[in-house]
């Protein structure tokens, strides 16, 4: 009966620390793996940067086809070398020809 009563006055002084110690872990587990945990995360700001060069590239290659077509407005461009611009840019032209360009 003695025995007895120490096992149970020992599991007692276990029984608290070893649930804390559980829950720690189990919150811990979800504050990593969980889909808002710390990897998730850092995926999240790899995908962030991916997109911010994508972005910057798209804006780089906006920029350029916007500084091509101001040429193709009328205000820009007289009408009459307009044909020589198409041809010079679709590549459309005959091979010895040559065109001067006036910009």
Sequence with gaps: MQ???EIRKRLRA?????????????FGVH????D?????????????????ATLGALTAERVVLERETQWLRPSYTHPDSLGEHARVDLGMGAPDEVAILGR
């Design 31 to 34: 504050l990593v793996r969980n």
């Design 36 to 52: 808002h945990g710390l990897l998730a995360l850092q995926a999240f700001d790899q995908r962030l940067k991916e997109a911010e």
């Design 3 to 5: 025995v007895a009563l």
């Design 14 to 26: 276990v029984v608290w620390p070893l649930t804390f110690a559980c829950l720690a872990v189990y």
